[in-house]
Structure formats: C-alpha cells, structure tokens
C-alpha cells in the first residue's frame, strides 16, 4: 500500500540558509500535517492543511511557511535557518471521515544545520 | 485534549507480554485513547485506538478501566521488533479532520531476548 513519502531524507544546512521539505499524502488523502522532533524530544506539532487550506497552527516559528497544493502535496519552507532547527520533520496525512484510524506518518526527513 | 501519564520506562522479555499502563484521568465521555510508537527515529505508527470497550487488532489489545480513567496496552508476544517509544494520546473525535496530536513524554519499551 502507498504511504506518506518524505523528500528529501537527509538535508544539510548552513545556518541562514533556506531549506524546503516536500511531502506526498497517500492518494486520496485530503489533509496533511507537519510535526517537528528535536534530539532526545517528543513530536511537536507544526501545522496542517486540509484541502489546501490552512486548517490548524501550532509553535511553528515565523522563518517557516507552508502550504498544499492543488494535487495536496505539502511543502514546508524553513529560512534563515538557525541550529536549533536541526530536527527530525515528519509529515502525516488523514482522510476526513476516517478519523478513528489515526494518521499515517512518513519516514520523515533529517535536517542538520551547521 | 486530556493530558496522560505513563511510566518512562519499561522492560519485557522477547515472547511475554508487554502490558503499558496509561493514566488518563481527566478524560472526557467523548474522548478516545489512541496508542502510537515511534520506533528509533522513524516515524509514529498507529496502533490501536478505543473508547470505552477493550479493543484488539493484528498488532495489540486496548484495555481501558469502566471509569475511562486509565488503560493499558497489551503486546502478547513482545519481539525484538517492537522495542520502541509508545505513545498514549487522548483526543476528541471531531468527526472530520482529526486535528493536532499532542505527543507527551511516551514510555520507552526494552524488548530483550
């Protein structure tokens, strides 16, 4: 079965450099969350979008924008990166309607800023 | 969302169970109880999930208590495998889009041979 692709896996930064993570839904999946896990930290969440619209906002700093697109893949753009960046993101995505089974994650992508 | 308390840590030997007890004694009637795990650095899998029966799937059994206040999640026959950072999150079901998960400290499982 297709799951929730993350691009790229491994990305290395300098500090104020930009950085830009994609994400792939599953098909047919229509909303799309970003989560943010630092070294030795639990899941934070970032923000998510359903139906390519804005739909909920965590501690997402003000360097870092999102969005989905028409075909519901998500970008996540990190600027000005600073150290503290470095962090595992993961993207997950949901079908409406079918929230009783949770969400699935991606394999996320590994951000190292240096 | 109801905040819940599990215990950091916990070991099982390869082919017992494994039982993971959560608190969760602020919970609301319309509440469920969901059990992720992150095993090391992927990420988070759904296990399971339920709101007052006891529930059981391919990959684990949910128990929750008649007061709703706690629950435990059993592995039968832990492997190496399922050594991991699990996860008991309480959420509303809004019936649409599920929302933020709110990930708390989780309690790190040991499966040893």
């Known amino acids: 079965a297709a799951g929730v692709i993350q691009s790229p896996r491994h990305l290395i930064k300098e500090k104020r450099e930009t950085a830009t993570l994609k994400c792939y839904p599953i098909p047919r999946h229509d909303t799309v969350y970003w989560y943010q896990q630092g070294p030795g930290q639990d899941p934070q969440f970032l923000i998510s979008f359903y139906e390519k619209m804005q739909s909920d906002k965590g501690s997402i700093p003000d360097r870092f924008s999102a969005q989905q697109f028409s075909d519901y893949h998500s970008e996540l753009n990190m600027s000005s990166l600073e150290l503290g960046d470095s962090a595992l993101y993961f993207c997950?995505?949901?079908?409406?309607?079918?929230?009783?089974?949770?969400?699935?994650f991606g394999s996320g992508t590994r951000l190292t800023v240096v | 969302d109801a905040k819940t308390t599990q215990p950091p840590s916990m070991d099982c030997a390869e082919g017992r169970a494994a039982n993971l007890p959560c608190n969760h004694s602020?919970?609301?009637?319309?509440?469920?109880v969901y059990w992720y795990r992150q095993i090391h650095s992927q990420g988070p899998q759904y296990i399971i999930h339920g709101l007052k029966n006891n529930e059981t799937n391919e990959m684990a059994s949910l128990i929750i208590t008649e007061d709703r206040k706690s629950s435990t999640l059993i592995l039968p026959h832990a492997t190496l495998r399922d050594t991991a950072v699990y996860y008991c999150i309480v959420r509303l079901d809004r019936g649409s889009t599920l929302g933020r998960l709110y990930f708390g400290r989780g309690t790190q499982l040991t499966v040893w041979p």
């Open positions: 997950a995505s949901s079908l409406t309607g079918r929230g009783n089974y949770g969400y699935t």
């Open positions: 602020t919970i609301s009637g319309n509440e469920y």
